[in-house]
Structures are given as structure tokens and as C-alpha cells.
């Protein structure tokens, strides 16, 4: 258990020790463009819940970070919000912020929403099947096999996000700006599951990626979008499973079940 010492720049463990020093893990930014604030301050924050520099259950003082990134409250106030819409962040009544722990409805709830939504974006995308799209997806494919720390390191979460968004490239933008922002959110739980994971996960999921790149390739448009929501549908409830093993993950199931009698497959033999 973390304890917060909201004023401050650092925070005690359980122990009473000094963990992290605030200004130590949150660089302070370098705008070449005032314009963009928001977004900057919103991927810098971002990245670090992610890598768990921010650790669940920080408090926040967002005087304080102002000062640390060198930028106003104006952009930081607004990367926040954004923050709080893809579940990173709480908001407390007294204007300060908390790092959101882990949440196993979310967890599934997102799991199963995302299952659902990409199943409709691949069915959609993967109509309109172009070498450009399976050339993006390999060259990402090939990164992320190749990198040294899969499921934890900026740049893998960089060409797995290049290879999914590949196969879902083909849609309209309304609809790609919700399947990204579903990535976006799931992405925090990958790492978790990465970072604290039982041997074999990072082996595991580049197999599936794999799978999932040779069903595109021969055309296999069904067993490929299944495979994928499979993916996404493992990862999430083996991260209950380590986190919460009393948990159900009923909506996960019950996407994969939907997606499965729509596509017309056997779950068992996909």
C-alpha cells in the first residue's frame, strides 16, 4: 500500500521510507510549439501512469506539476480531464487528482466493449484488404519482435499500436478514433500484465500477433478478427486472474461468445 503525502514532492511506502522524488520521474517539457501544451503534457503524464513512474494512488497537486513541467495550469487542467475520460485519473472534490488503481470492472468492461468494437472495425477494414495494409502491419510485426523489454518498453507499445491500427485502417475516422481511444485505455493493462506477468506472456503474445498477421495475410478475414479479439480477450482476463481471482470477467466472455456466433465459428476450434 502507497501513502501520500499530497503536499509534497515525494511519497512513503508502507514502510515510512522516501520512494520517488516528483521531480525526479516528470521532465520538464520543451515546447517547440506553446500551441500543442495540452497534448504534450497529456502523453508526458499519460506515459508515466503507464510505466508506473505515477504510481496508483498518487496525489496529484497540479501547482505543483505545473511548475515541475513548465507550463501553465491552463494545458495541464485539460490533460487531466482527458486523463480522467480514459479512466487514469479520479477527481477529488478538493481540485487535486488521484492516479486510478486497478479497477476489475474496468478491466472488463473495457476488455469487452473493445472486443465488440474491433470486431466491427476489422470487419469493416479488413473489406477493403490492400498490400499497404499488410506491409505496415509486418514492418510493425518485426519491431516489436525484435525489441528487447515486449509488453513494457515505449517503443514495443509503439509498433503494437502500429500493427492492430494497421488492420483497422480502413475505416471511417469517426469510427478509428474510437477504436484508438479503446487501444489508449487497454494499453495501461497490457503493461501491468508485462511488468508483473508470468514467465512465457511476452512469448505467448507474439505468437498470437503472428497468428493473427498469417490469418490477414491468407485472407482468413474471420478466424483473423476472432484470433484478435481472442488476443485482446487473454490478455485481459489473465491480468484478472494475477490481479483478482475471484473476478469473473463475464463481459469479456460474453463479447467473445457474440463475436464468435456472428462470425459463424466454433470457439473451440478457432
Known amino acids: 500500500m502507497i501513502t501520500v503525502d499530497a503536499p509534497s514532492q515525494w511519497w512513503l511506502d508502507a514502510g515510512g521510507e522516501r520512494v520517488v522524488v ?14 500543442r501544451a495540452t497534448e504534450a503534457v497529456h502523453v508526458a503524464l499519460r506515459e508515466l501512469i503507464y510505466s508506473g513512474d505515477l504510481p496508483a494512488g498518487f496525489i496529484i497537486s497540479q501547482v505543483e506539476l505545473a511548475g515541475v513541467l513548465g507550463v501553465s495550469r491552463t494545458p495541464l487542467r485539460e490533460a ?26 474496468d478491466v472488463d468492461s473495457t476488455c469487452g466493449g473493445r472486443i465488440m468494437l474491433e470486431a466491427l472495425g476489422l470487419s469493416v477494414s479488413l473489406g477493403r484488404f490492400d498490400e499497404e495494409m499488410l506491409l505496415e502491419a509486418l514492418e510493425a510485426l518485426e519491431r516489436m519482435e525484435s525489441d528487447e523489454s515486449p509488453g ?27 477504436l484508438d481511444a479503446g487501444s489508449e485505455r487497454a494499453e495501461r493493462y497490457v503493461r501491468q500484465l508485462a511488468q508483473g506477468a508470468r514467465m512465457g506472456w511476452s512469448t505467448h503474445g507474439l505468437e498470437e ?25 487473454r490478455t485481459a482476463v489473465t491480468l484478472l486472474a494475477d490481479a483478482s481471482p475471484e473476478f469473473e470477467p463475464v463481459s469479456t466472455r460474453a463479447a467473445i461468445r457474440m463475436v464468435a456466433r456472428s462470425l459463424e465459428l466454433d470457439l473451440a476450434d478457432a
Open 80 to 105: 487531466i480531464r482527458m486523463l480522467q475520460e480514459e479512466g487514469l485519473i479520479d477527481a477529488e472534490p478538493n481540485r487535486r487528482c488521484r492516479v486510478a488503481g486497478f479497477n476489475a470492472e
Open 22 to 35: 516528483i521531480a525526479d520521474v516528470v521532465p520538464r517539457l520543451k515546447l517547440a510549439d506553446p500551441r
Open 152 to 178: 513494457v518498453s515505449a517503443e514495443w507499445h509503439a509498433a503494437h499500436r502500429r500493427f492492430h491500427g494497421a488492420f483497422r485502417s480502413r475505416v471511417p475516422r469517426s469510427l478509428r478514433e474510437q
Open 209 to 233: 500477433h503472428r497468428n493473427i498477421y498469417d490469418l490477414v495475410s491468407a485472407r482468413r478475414t474471420s478466424e483473423a478478427i476472432l484470433a484478435t479479439c481472442q488476443h485482446y480477450a
